[in-house]
């Protein structure tokens, strides 16, 4: 049985704020969270669609490289758009190939939370690191 | 003569048309047409704008940190970076002659890799163009397409990926960011149970890979002429092959084949690579191009890959894929096997051959010993050459007697198949471009070419909203005239 809530974070550790997303799942697994699976990956590719199945919730943690700050979090719906196309699939493009394989999928969320430098080498920019702290705190409320 | 599209006289006069960056290629990828008054092409250009940080990003980190270091280079395939800096550092560490256990596990992770790279390429970025047209409705053309018009080949390649990933997991340690390789050897052998989990699905996968040669074939044969034609063009190949002059994609001798089929130079150590192969600097391009030093830069290029691989070893050491290697070569007296569009049928040999070394390494009782890292003599210089999904992969090395990287030298399939994509985009702008109005579907020939290299440009960050699609009609000046951008984003944000 897979635990009900999974939890994926998505980025390049090494390339500034790409780790936001690697960073926070190393967060929320210091906490041994209860019922709750964290993945992490460069990308999302549609295999991922296999992980989503027997879930009661998903939420997907990844950089924006713009939007609100500090962080955006909302519903994601399954939406047919043009990540189809590439190596990688955004959430909805993920949800929406679920759809299509195994029916409805499960209800999901994406935190993003706002970076700003994404080189190779490059650490967390102090602003990022601030709206880490913001999207964690935030999402213990939400639990 | 294709190679007349590369610089056009008078560019200044022409009408120019930005493809940018290319869709179901990673990275940022660019090509600039140059068009006169009759839509006449003059000029044509694949621009790869490579990150070059590669080699800064490692220097100055201890060599034992490097194999997983590297990981971080590429999140397309990283496990092939892991390897060939591995191989590396064991020059580094004397490591002269890996434990059975170390090898046939690296073998095994390897596979597992060329197993989930072809199968995410064939079955989702390749098959929307090979089975509903080059120029078919856009909107149709995609994996939501092929899951609708056929569920069970997309279910297929969706669990094929999945496989891969898992002998990835198993032997690297961890889904992404895996450690199992080390300098000298592995950090972890294969448990019974864990050998157990994949032989139980390994027979299944090796007949949905026959099945996906099959259709592989079957597309070329329903388009014979098309496929035969599109993109064609001679080059020279370059790949690794085993002593017995065997595929052999984690290690091997270097073989080089002219255009003609005459052997340039076979079972090549890799250690002195620069002996054979120089790279040239280009004014237009950020990524270098690789060349075969004996024949000089302008007809030294070569192309590498799956259809490089195929052509170029006696056979293949497992027998469904050599079969099908034969069957392949024979066919329509061996113009598929020269065909840009006959990548796709190769790729898909290859993932037949890793799903059969698969099984193979996992009846083998030595992934479960215990002897798993040597060392000798510590050197300065260490090379890894490894036959990646897109072609050869080298790293090269120099560490310092405090044990830290001071250079580093990366040549990745791509780059060697610079020449190579930028010739199968001129001759499809000559085909089926060339003095008709541009569109969507004709626009799109030219990502197929591009596509079936299977390129990886994955320098670019993965954040949401950093890859917007964008296609690009520019006056001779350089102003926008029309442009076309589809975003990649999340519905709700």
Known sequence: ?143 | MSADLESAQHPETLRRVAIEPLSRVEGHGKVTLLLDENDHIRQVRLHIVEFRGFEKFIQGRPYWEAPVMVQRLCGICPVSHHLAASKAMDQIVGASQLTPTAEKLRRLMHHGQMLQSHALHFFHLSSPDLLFGFDSDVAKRNIVGVIEAYPEVAKQGVLLRKFGQEVIRLTAGKRVHGTGSVPGGVNKNLSREERDFLLKDIYQIIAWSRDAVQLARRLFEQNRELYNAFGRFEAHGLSLVRADGAMDLYHGGLRARDKGGETLFDHVNYDHYWERILEEVKPWSYMKFPYLRELGPEQGWYRVGPLTRVGLCDFIPTPFADQERRSFLAYDAGRAAGATLGTHWARMIEMLHSAEAIKELLHDNDLSGDALVVSGARQERGVGVIEAPRGTLIHHYRVDEDDVIVRANLIVSTTHNNQAMNEAIRQVARQYLDGRKLTEGLLNHIEVAIRAFDPCLSCATHALGKMPLVVELLDAEGATVDSLIRSVGCGER
């Open chain 1, 1 to 143: 049985m897979n635990p009900p809530t999974l939890i994926i974070g998505i980025g390049n550790p090494s390339r500034g704020d790409d780790a936001l997303g690697p960073l926070a799942i190393e967060r929320l697994e210091a906490l041994a969270l209860p019922g709750v699976e964290l993945l992490t990956d460069y990308q999302l590719q549609v295999e991922y669609a296999l992980d989503l199945q027997g879930r009661e919730r998903v939420i997907f943690i990844d950089a924006a490289a713009s939007g609100p700050e500090p962080f955006a979090y909302g519903l994601v719906t399954a939406v047919e758009d043009a990540s189809y196309s590439s190596h990688e699939l955004s959430p909805g493009a993920l949800l929406h190939a679920y759809q299509k394989l195994y029916g409805e999928p499960p209800p999901a969320w994406v935190m993003a939370i706002r970076g700003y430098g994404f080189g190779l080498g490059e650490g967390l920019t102090g602003q990022a690191a601030g709206n880490l702290e913001a999207a964690l705190a935030a999402m213990m409320e939400v639990k």
